[in-house]
């Protein structure tokens, strides 16, 4: 079997090696000549709107998925008129708009934070008033990690942050004074059989995810097990999908969905029966799912800008450690490392050896949140 990769980071890096468990061959298209699947999956280098080397890897290929939101909506199209694409395109062009997105959530009765969609800094300002202040200003599209996004906390910085982010369509949001942030990841199969992870729990800093926990048990996770059903019955979804919450008044309010693996499933690779990456390749291609149950009790945290020294890490016990092979540069996503053990009790200690190791701007950061 053969499946067609959309992008070739460290998600697709981590579907190819789950796929090699099950003898399942990948292949990447992504135009960076270091792309850091490349060394596990065959890389097809060229621009995600290469004609050619889209054809290429759709004949190629069994059924082709994609790691990242912002590849080329058109470039699915075109793949998806030579093989079988999953997650469906329908699921994608809800994730690349933001308004669209909240639409959906909005129509599916799921809860969001207040927003309106803005086209020009006078309806900003007009939104502003509304919604009030603190506010989150966000482009509809090409936003991640943090990027495109802005905190409105004067009427006098609106001008200056509408024109930031490029003076395109956006929408404004009421900053969320939430209690905790929470992802749930799911997949389905083709035939509709449905599973569900535990919910994680996330710290963010900047805007970029720097440590997840898994919470089996969690009060909340029926909650959030028929919000997200709703969106994979609407989207007649196949594959993994995360949706992330912010957890207000003991409620949850949907903050956005990805349509793919996702960093805060990250801990499911030694935390869970069957990782979401293998889940994901077992959903697209029609074969039947593993269990989701967690085993033990699981923290992730990622390496950002920096890596500590590799043999520290590994003189902590029962880490499991996760480096992508990519350059180093301030906020990129360098690797991870996995805290595992039976005893939850024992999580914050783990915790606590990894925090003090030294890592640049990553170790800070931890520090900052976790304290």
Known sequence: MKVGIMGGGQLARMLALAGHRLGVHCLALDPQPDACAAPVAQHIIAAYDDRNALTRLSQASDC????????????????A???????????????????????????????TPPFIAV????????????????????RRTQGYDGKGQIVLRAASEIEAA??????????????VPFERELSLVVVRGRDLETAFYPLTENLHHDGILRVSWSRPGDALQEFAEDYVRRLLDELKYVGVMAVEFFQVSG??????????????????IEGAETCQFENHMRAILG????????????????????????????????THLHIYGKEAYPGRKLGHVTLWTHDRRALPTRLNQLRALKGGDRARAFRALIS
């Open 119 to 138: 086209d020009n800094c006078a309806s900003l300002a007009q939104a502003v008033a509304e919604i009030g202040l603190p506010a989150v200003l966000k």
């Open 251 to 268: 409620g949850l309010l949907a903050n956005e969905f990805a349509p793919r693996v996702h960093n805060s499933g990250h801990w499911t």
């Open 162 to 175: 509408w024109l930031r982010l490029g003076a395109v369509p956006m929408i404004v949001e009421r900053f």
């Open 81 to 111: 008129a030579q093989a079988a694409v999953y997650p469906p395109l329908s699921a994608l062009a809800a994730a690349q708009d933001r308004l669209h997105e909240k639409n959906l959530f909005r129509a599916l009765g799921i809860p």
């Open 64 to 79: 082709v998925t994609f790691e990242f939101e912002n590849v080329p909506h058109g470039s699915l199209q075109f793949v």
């Open 287 to 318: 074969l039947p799912l593993g269990s989701t149950a967690s085993v033990g009790c699981a923290a992730m945290v990622n390496f950002i800008g920096t890596l500590p020294e590799i043999g520290q890490v590994l003189a902590i016990p029962q």
